[in-house]
């Protein structure tokens, strides 16, 4: 059993940033984890995803947020990051932590343990 907690949502003007924080309890070293958002009206959307396996480490971005956000993991801390730079208004959401077991996958549906979210409010 998967437990997760995200913290640090907030509101933040256009071009700001935040940082996320989803920790976890339970075995999750080779799990991926996942960070998905969803806006008022809108399906629940892909934003990133990391992997730990004994071959090394993979992300993975909506191409949305490429290169504004960044996903990191401490292991030893059984904690995921989502650092989010240069905030857009349609960044606005919820933002959810979430994990599956391996492969890693940008489908929602496909997540087992998620959190219970944390908003993020970007103000033009």
């Known amino acids: 059993q998967v437990q997760l907690i995200e913290s640090g949502g907030g509101l933040v003007q256009t071009g700001g940033s935040l940082s996320l924080s989803c920790a976890a309890s339970g075995r999750t070293f080779t799990y991926v984890m996942g960070w998905f958002r969803q806006a008022p009206g809108k399906e629940r959307e892909f934003v990133a995803a990391i992997r730990d396996s004994w071959s090394g480490r993979i992300t993975d971005y909506a191409d949305s947020v490429k290169g504004r956000f960044t996903i990191s993991r401490d292991s030893a801390k059984n904690t995921v990051y989502l650092q989010m730079n240069n905030l857009k208004p349609e960044d606005t959401a919820v933002y959810y932590c979430?994990?599956?077991?391996?492969?890693?996958?940008?489908?929602?549906?496909?997540?087992?343990?998620w959190g219970q979210g944390t908003q993020v409010t970007v103000s033009s």
């Open positions: 979430a994990s599956k077991s391996a492969p890693p996958s940008r489908i929602y549906k496909e997540y087992a343990y």
